[in-house]
């Protein structure tokens, strides 16, 4: 497995697999691996001869108040893991070399990061669209495996990929769950063992409302109210919001005639947790 370190090692890497004409399958990830990136990088395995795996905290899609300075990491737990994985090659620059000096370049969607996690943390997104835009004109990948854990993310992803003309599909990846339901998050690890089971109550709220649906409730308004207040029996949590939305334009929805998203974040104790599914009320 291939360590690289900067933009210009890693554009001739993957010009010389280009000019060998294997293709580049690519997972961008902010370390701390879990069972949910491998399973993102096992798709990749199986789409393209060559895998390449980032792991860099993007200082630019942290707000000013969030967990930046403490956010887990294990590089050589994570090159160990990419390694049995079978990860090609592990990309893993510094800040500075991706932002260097003078650096001036944000990509803004106009309307995808206006709803859910975008509307409390505002400038998440942008930094989210601007590394990931740097990250495929440095890795130039075929395919980009995204996970739908992160669910506007990937819309954002889906968007920008469309409105700047980047030759690369989209694919994404389904949420890996811990036995108990709790979707895996590096962010988990912030948790204490009373804050984990509090933390469940995003993955129950998922099969309350699917329940609640399937035994004839319309009214997504009474859903999420429910959802609310059964949130709220589990200690230590905050609910940041609780939204059924249309999937495609993640713009709010009362309606249960085609399929809807409903997204949730809460932060249980100071960590803020988000989880998702994709409800087909037809089934
Ligand atoms: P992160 O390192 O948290 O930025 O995530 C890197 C990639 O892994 C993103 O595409 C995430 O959506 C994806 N990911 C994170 N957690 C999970 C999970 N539990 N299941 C599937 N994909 C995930």
């Known amino acids: 497995m291939d360590i690289i370190k900067t933009k210009a090692q890693m554009q001739e890497w993957s010009k010389k697999r280009q000019r060998e004409s294997k293709t580049i399958c690519f997972v961008p990830t902010m ?7 491998i399973s993102l990088m096992e798709k990749g395995k199986s789409l393209c001869d060559t895998l390449v795996v980032s792991i860099f905290v993007n200082p630019t899609q ?28 592990v990309f893993l620059p510094t800040k500075d070399h991706i932002y260097p000096e003078n650096f001036q370049t944000e990509i803004n ?7 859910l996690c975008g509307k409390f943390r505002p400038i ?16 130039m990948p075929d395919i980009a ?10 819309q954002i992803i889906r968007q920008l990929t469309l409105d700047l003309d980047f030759d690369v599909k989209i694919v994404a990846g389904p949420i890996i769950r811990e036995k108990d339901g709790l ?6 690890a912030y948790l204490s063992a009373s804050q984990k089971k509090s933390a469940l109550s995003l993955s129950k709220s998922l099969h309350l409302a699917r329940e609640l649906i399937a035994k004839g409730e319309k009214n997504l308004v009474t859903i999420r109210n ?25 713009e709010d929805t009362d309606s249960i005639e ?24 037809a089934q």
């Open 145 to 154: 495996v995204f996970g739908q854990k992160d669910y506007q993310q990937l």
């Open 226 to 250: 429910q959802i609310e207040a059964f949130i709220c029996t589990f200690p230590e949590t905050t609910i940041e919001y609780v939204s059924f939305c249309d999937p495609e334009t993640l």
């Open 258 to 281: 085609n399929q809807i998203l409903l997204a949730l974040a809460v932060k249980v104790g100071k960590t803020r947790l988000i989880d998702n599914a994709l409800i087909d009320p």
């Open 31 to 37: 370390g701390y691996l879990h069972k949910g990136h």
């Open 109 to 115: 969607l106009k309307s995808l990061p206006n709803f």
């Open 183 to 188: 979707a895996m998050s590096s962010r988990n």
């Open 62 to 89: 942290f707000g000013p108040n969030e967990d930046l300075a403490s956010y887990p990491s294990d590089i050589e737990n994570d090159l160990a893991l990419a390694e049995k994985a079978g990860v090609t090659a």
């Open 124 to 139: 998440h997104f942008s930094g989210v669209a601007t590394v990931v835009t740097k990250l495929f004109n440095i890795v």
